[in-house]
T-cell receptor, first 109, second 118 residues
Framework: GQNIDQPTEMTATEGAIVQINCTYQ??????LFWYQQHAGEAPTFLSY??LDGLEEKGRFSSFLSRSKGYSYLLLKELQMKDSASYLC??????????WGAGTKLIIKP | GAVVSQHPSWVICKSGTSVKIECRSL??????MFWYRQFPKQSLMLMAT?????????EQGVEKDKFLINHASLTLSTLTVTSAHPEDSSFYIC??????????????FGDGTRLSIL
């Protein structure tokens, strides 16, 4: 079967660093995506990993280990506006996105 | 680039009404668009994959006659919720990929349509 696991909710402090983990088991692999979704809004694309390693984009970085079926999204210098749900999605062999349930990130002052 | 426009943003209507939602790719051609539904505090659920010039592919459990999809051009797909009932109230979101740039492209989402059936 196809399965994407990520924590339901995480809390962090403004200015700190947080790591959101995602593990996956899917039929085929064509890349791992991270999206941000604010409450009541549609998801917006954050990052894409297809090779092992770390991809850095400003305050956000994403890591992938294909052998472990594992990815994480690292958010640095947290800001209040980073409070949102973060969705992990795996592109399977049919190039369809298989979505995780999302991790709700709560940022406290 | 890769902008997707979705209309309307919000619909409130009586039970039994049919509602049409439009999804447009503004600056790229999308041979494939995706329709999702999301209930409060739940994950995105893929309803169907909309293919330009052919029939949509529906996910298991999604009624084809209830949710009519038309993808008449490379930039427009429509979802019509026929004879909507309160249980159809949800957040409907479309997405598209610019496949001219290859298969490994992210899906870009419209802003979503919040449908409330009274």
């Amino acid at each position: 079967g196809q399965n994407i696991d990520q924590p339901t909710e995480m809390t962090a402090t403004e200015g700190a660093i947080v790591q959101i983990n995602c593990t996956y088991q899917t039929s085929g692999f064509n890349g791992l995506f991270w999206y941000q979704q604010h409450a009541g809004e549609a998801p917006t694309f954050l990052s894409y990993n297809v090779l092992d390693g770390l991809e850095e984009k400003g305050r956000f970085s994403s890591f992938l280990s294909r052998s472990k079926g594992y990815s994480y999204l690292l958010l640095k210098e947290l800001q209040m506006k980073d409070s949102a749900s973060y969705l992990c999605a795996n592109m399977d062999s049919n190039y369809q996105l298989i979505w995780g349930a999302g991790t709700k990130l709560i940022i406290k002052p | 680039g890769a902008v997707v426009s979705q209309h309307p943003s919000w619909v409130i209507c009586k039970s039994g009404t049919s509602v049409k939602i439009e999804c447009r790719s503004l600056d790229f051609q999308a041979t494939t668009m995706f329709w999702y539904r999301q209930f409060p505090k739940q994950s995105l659920m893929l309803m169907a994959t909309s293919n330009e010039g052919s029939k949509a592919t529906y996910e298991q459990g999604v009624e084809k006659d209830k949710f009519l999809i038309n993808h008449a051009s490379l930039t427009l797909s429509t979802l019509t919720v026929t004879s909507a009932h309160p249980e159809d109230s949800s957040f409907y979101i479309c997405s598209a990929r610019d496949l001219l740039k290859g298969d490994y492209q992210p899906q870009h989402f419209g802003d979503g349509t919040r449908l409330s059936i009274l």
